[in-house]
């Protein structure tokens, strides 16, 4: 755990020196996570060394503390669970390569997620036949977003708790990222600390403000 706090800082630290050196793009979340400048709504920083873009909703990434945290899976389920990241390493370990794209045109080709699959982590809850999604919280409010069991089965879902042989940055989702790649990135929600089973998907955080509730790549209102 002291390793990969130290990791996860380093890298924050180094990315947001970067960031310092390229302030002419104005401020970004990046910067506003690490206190040096006030947040601008959906900002983003281009990062040089990757194409991945960080996004946020809230005035600040949320922190956890790796001794205290649980993922909650409750709603529609025999029972409800806490699960503390040791349960969740007990787990089937899941890894798989994937491309990541978001709705505004951004890839990642060849990501590298190290995780669970969701069926593992709703095997112990035991869901109710009356179950057909889940809805994934944000620890970072009020980010919320949905599945369909059938879709959250399709063998490239997963909760990831690590990319490209590192744990999970914090920017990245830390401790927990959901990883759906068939779908645009709205979905994959970051700092996942609950799954509530319920009867129908749960109307995400961007699919309030208009985007496809299904959004496919290639086929939703964004393609
Ligand atoms: N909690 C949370 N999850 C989120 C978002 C967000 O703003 N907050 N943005 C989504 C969008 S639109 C995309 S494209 C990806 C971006 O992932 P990244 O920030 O790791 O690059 O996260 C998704 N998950
Ligand atoms: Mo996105």
């Keep these: 755990m002291k390793d990969e706090q130290r990791l996860g800082r380093a890298a924050f630290l180094g990315v947001t020196v970067a960031g310092l050196s390229s302030l002419v793009w104005g401020r970004s979340a990046w910067e506003a996570a690490s206190g040096i400048l006030p947040r601008s709504v959906g900002a983003v920083l281009p990062q040089p060394t990757s194409g991945w873009r960080i996004y946020t909703v809230a005035a600040t990434m949320p922190t956890f503390d790796p001794e205290t945290y649980r993922l909650r899976v409750d709603g529609l389920v025999q029972r409800p669970l806490a699960l503390a990241l040791d349960d969740l390493r007990a787990l089937p370990v899941a890894q798989q390569v994937s491309d990541f794209r978001c709705v505004t045109g951004w ?87 609950r799954i509530v089973v319920t009867r129908e998907p749960v109307v995400g955080y961007w699919e309030q403000r208009g985007y496809d509730r299904d959004a496919w790549i290639g086929h939703s209102n964004s393609a």
């Design 107 to 193: 890839t990642v080709e060849d990501v590298r997620w190290t995780g669970v699959r969701i069926r593992d982590v709703l095997a112990a809850a035991a869901p109710l036949p009356s179950g057909a999604a889940l809805s994934f919280v944000s620890a970072e409010r009020p980010y919320v977003d949905s599945l369909t069991l059938e879709q959250a089965s399709l063998p490239d879902v997963m909760l990831a708790w690590g990319m490209d042989g590192r744990p999970l940055e914090r920017p990245h989702g830390a401790p927990l990222r959901l990883v759906m790649p068939r779908m645009y990135g709205y979905k994959s929600v970051k700092w996942v600390e």
